[in-house]
């Protein structure tokens, strides 16, 4: 949801409307951007749209500064729409999330040295973090049950 298009006043990703039977975006001057090309950024699959009535719209100097204007959908961008839209239609969801969630990543967080993980590559940081969560977790059951009835549940 951040764009440097944005912060210039340029038309923003959220102007384009995407059609997805179609597989096109539509502009907001009602050109159609359709599919031209599709490459990998950052191990991610990106397919490439642009209209060629770009040089030609009298809306470009909003759009873009470039020969046309070119919009870049992630593969699997469809599942963030659904997900956003989700989102937009439940804002209490942020707020139930911040109650639930975010206290736990907190409480994490404050164990770890408030900002770094002790190790190094992906597989050694999730175990690090893995070892967090079940601590925190066994923490919480304690705290909730009493170590008599965790004991007594972990021989059953």
């Known amino acids: 949801m951040t764009s440097n298009n944005a912060a210039a006043g340029l038309f923003d990703k959220r102007d384009f409307v995407y059609d997805d039977k179609a597989d096109q975006y539509r502009c907001p001057a009602g050109s ?30 909003r759009c873009t500064t470039s020969k046309e204007r070119r919009i870049s959908r992630w593969e699997h961008e469809d599942i963030l729409d659904v997900v956003q839209e989700r989102l937009e239609g439940a804002p209490e969801a942020m707020r139930l999330r911040r109650q639930t969630v975010e206290h736990v ?20 940081v999730g175990t690090e973090m893995s070892l967090h969560v079940l601590a925190y977790n066994l923490k919480r059951v304690i705290k909730i049950l009493g170590t008599g009835t965790l004991i007594k549940a972990m021989r059953a």
Do not use: V
């Open 32 to 61: 159609i951007a359709i599919y031209r090309m599709t490459s990998e950024e950052a191990g991610k699959i990106q397919h490439k749209y642009w209209s060629s009535d770009c040089p030609r719209c009298p809306m470009k100097p």
């Open 105 to 124: 990543f907190g409480t994490l967080k404050g164990w770890m040295g408030s900002n770094h993980f002790l190790t190094k590559t992906l597989p050694r």
